[in-house]
């Protein structure tokens, strides 16, 4: 069978290890197609996505619609007459008059265990709910969110050190691979479609600055989860003293916690003990407002944080 000729829709770091490994299997690329330029930073200079950054490092054909759905993209797409469509994290919804145009369709490499965690933050949600395990999934898609047949899954453990960042990377790299293993299926007679079960469809919204505002009455693995699954972004947070305190990393400690959920127990080499409404957390890097991160230890040569002092959820 001849290699299909494929169009590639992504945008973030997560998809460019899929588009790379399209390059390098020599696959028919006739197109990437990315989010537009956006302005960033106090300057708002236009940056262009890291989808882009690679394809106009291989001389590939650059398309940045607006939306997917207006008319004249829709006609440009039927223009390159492509066999299959590649879709990584495109951030985007498809219509149906898109979807229907390669012969193959459109698959999506999709960072959960569908049907688990559909939506746009599945690898957060994933180490926020403190899942032993995550993985990949290259899905065909049709009109609904993350809702269509499954071709190929495969996992990966969860550690109790990942973050959503160090996940993302290894979901990434898992998903390039994957995606190759679904090519090869398709070139040797093609594809096995398995229906999901959507009555055990869960879902990963996206993350807002508010979902980091730490509840210190949870029980201290629940919030010890939380901080890593949204590491880098949008971080977790509490107020000392009415500034705002971010907390960068914190692990669980085998005590029981004896006084209110929020007070602080301890300022010692190790960190700064905290109480929750189940155990005792240790915060190991922090961050006060308007100033650098900094270990916990380094923190409290500057900062006097006495026992008693409590940590609130509001300034």
């Not at 469809?201 to 993350?207: E, I, R, S, V």
């Not at 508010?210 to 949870?218: A, N, P, Y």
């Not at 040569?301 to 959820?313: F, R």
């Amino acid at each position: 069978m001849e290699k299909p000729r494929i169009v590639f829709f992504g945008t973030p770091d997560f998809a460019v290890p899929t588009l790379q490994k399209l390059i390098e299997r020599d696959e028919k690329i006739l197109a990437v197609v990315t989010q537009p330029d956006r302005p960033v930073g106090r300057g708002q200079k236009l940056k262009t996505s890291p989808v882009k950054e690679l394809a106009l490092q291989h001389s590939l054909p650059v398309l940045q619609p607006e939306k997917v759905k207006k008319p004249e993209c829709i006609d440009s797409f039927k223009a390159l007459n492509p066999d299959l469509a590649v879709v990584v994290a495109f951030g985007q919804i498809f219509p149906k008059t898109l979807l229907d145009i390669p012969r193959h369709g459109f698959i999506n490499v999709h960072s959960s265990l569908l049907p688990a965690y559909r939506g746009a933050a599945p690898i957060n949600h994933a180490v926020i709910d403190g899942c032993a395990e995550s993985g990949v999934t290259i899905m065909q898609l049709d009109e609904g969110m993350d809702s269509g047949a499954i071709l190929l899954q495969a996992t990966t453990p969860i550690d109790v050190e990942d973050t959503a960042a160090t996940l993302h990377d290894r979901l990434s790299d898992l998903g390039a691979e994957l995606l190759g293993e679904a090519l090869d299926q398709l070139a040797a007679g093609g594809w096995k479609p398995v229906p999901q079960d959507h009555s055990l469809a869960t879902y990963a919204p996206m993350l807002k600055k508010s979902d980091g505002l730490i509840d210190w009455t949870k029980e201290a693995a629940s919030i010890a989860n939380q901080v890593r699954g949204m590491t880098p972004w949008p971080g977790c947070f509490t107020y000392l003293d009415g500034k705002m305190l971010k907390v960068h990393t914190a692990t669980v400690v085998d005590t029981e916690a004896s006084t209110a959920p929020g007070e602080i127990v301890s300022s010692t080499g190790r960190g700064i003990e905290v109480a929750t409404g189940g155990g005792m957390l240790v915060l190991q890097h922090v961050q006060l407002e308007g100033k650098k991160r900094m270990p916990a230890a380094d923190f409290l040569k500057g900062h006097q944080v006495k026992p008693g002092t409590v940590l609130t959820n509001t300034p």
